[in-house]
């Protein structure tokens, strides 16, 4: 069939957080996102550059991200006929960095691509596992130990299939301390977000006494082989998020024994393309991965909910509802978590929601129009 890309539009939007985040990088308290529609042949389809407000994750945010689509990345596709969704990843390989820039625009064709063909996206990719995700949740770093615990409540009450929690040097063993005794039972782990160094060893040794399922990136974020030397001296597996940014990635992490699980985010590794690559690897060596998340509106979620569908997302993810974000999402319906603590799959054509554009427009504070 072809997809000729007709048109590019970029547009910012600013949404408050229902509640800040706050991790060990930094407190946010209200999300600026680049939307991403691309068009063809009168379809549009959507995506979500992932990136946050500003460069304390990862390099990337809003600002450069906008400059990486209209400058390298819209130029390689506008005109030009894509055989499929697929090639998007290969004709803007040659941009070093800057994965979620890529992949919001990548993402953004896959789905067009499906709503096209009139296939849910989930099929496109290649999903189509299970027909609900198991979902958890991820609660930033508090004030107090009884918000913590407060909220924790309220998220396992809300049926969620496991927690996990931000932790920092001074926000760590003694606090996952009173989580473990007041929730003995709970699936539970711990996000670092490359807070720690090998010479916390002790402190991070210190975590295997609250068999947690596993502690995500404690080390560097663009580190993987200190990790190693860290993971032979842990009971608890490691999970890697920041340094895992594609599946070569992948293939040496577990390969030099890393890790245990990894996380994928469709925007770290630039799209599905290569969300689908470090899948396949982590499956090759029976390394279990999950889904992460980027705090996004409904359209990322939307992306992330087809993505959890491959089979080798067997761990719940951090994909959830979206009330717990927004007062108000940007598609209809918002997503919504069951008691069981799943997101059901529809069959409705692309990532399967509406996008509610009189939200949209209310939220938008700047627009681009590439052709
Ligand atoms: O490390 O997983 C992370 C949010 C922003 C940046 C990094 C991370 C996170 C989350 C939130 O943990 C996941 C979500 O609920 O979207
Ligand atoms: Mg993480």
Redesign the pocket.
């Known amino acids: 069939m072809g997809i000729k890309l007709d048109r590019i539009v970029l547009r910012r939007i600013e949404m408050p957080l229902v509640h800040f985040?706050q991790?060990s990088f930094g407190r946010?308290y209200s999300r600026s996102i680049v939307l991403v529609e691309v068009q063809a042949d009168g379809v549009s389809g959507w995506g979500e550059m992932t990136c946050?407000e500003n460069p304390f994750?990862n390099e990337e945010w809003v600002d450069a991200a906008w400059l990486i689509g209209k400058h390298y990345v819209a130029p390689r596709l506008l005109g030009h006929t894509l055989e499929s969704a697929d090639d998007v990843n290969a004709r803007t390989a040659h941009i070093r960095g800057h994965n979620m820039a890529r992949g919001g625009v990548e993402a953004a064709v896959w789905d067009l691509e499906a709503r096209m063909k009139g296939l849910p996206l989930y099929q496109s990719i290649g999903g189509g596992a299970r027909r609900e995700i198991p979902c958890g949740?991820?609660i930033?770093i508090q004030d107090t130990v009884p918000q913590l615990l407060q909220k924790i409540e309220t998220e396992v009450n809300a049926g969620y299939q496991r927690i996990?929690m931000?932790i920092a040097p001074g926000w760590d063993v003694d606090v996952i301390r009173e989580v473990r005794k007041a929730f003995p039972q709970i699936a539970l782990m711990a996000?670092a977000?490359s807070a720690y160094t090998l010479a916390d060893i002790d402190r991070l040794q210190a975590l295997d006494e609250f068999y947690l399922m596993m502690i995500?990136?404690p080390l560097a974020h663009d580190e993987i082989i200190d990790h190693v030397p860290l993971q032979a001296k842990l009971k608890t597996p490691i999970c890697l998020?920041?340094c895992i940014r594609s599946a070569h990635h992948a293939k040496q992490a577990i390969e030099m024994r890393a890790c245990g699980i990894i996380?994928i985010?469709l925007g770290r590794v630039g799209g599905f393309g290569e969300a689908k690559r470090v899948h396949d690897v982590c499956q090759q060596y029976q390394v279990p991965v999950w889904c992460?998340?980027?705090?996004?509106s409904g359209i990322g979620r939307a992306h992330n909910i087809a993505l959890s569908t491959l089979p080798n997302f067997v761990l719940p993810g951090?994909?959830?509802a979206s009330e717990?974000?927004w007062k108000r999402d940007i598609i209809d319906p918002w997503v919504t978590v069951s008691p069981r603590g799943t997101i059901a799959i529809n069959d409705n054509p692309g990532f399967g929601y509406e996008i509610d554009h009189d939200f949209l427009k209310s939220v938008q504070v700047q627009e681009e129009v590439l052709s």
């Open positions: 985040f991790t946010t946050g994750y949740v991820s930033g996990k931000k996000d977000n995500e990136q998020d920041e996380n985010k992460g998340g980027m705090l996004e951090d994909v959830s717990r974000y």
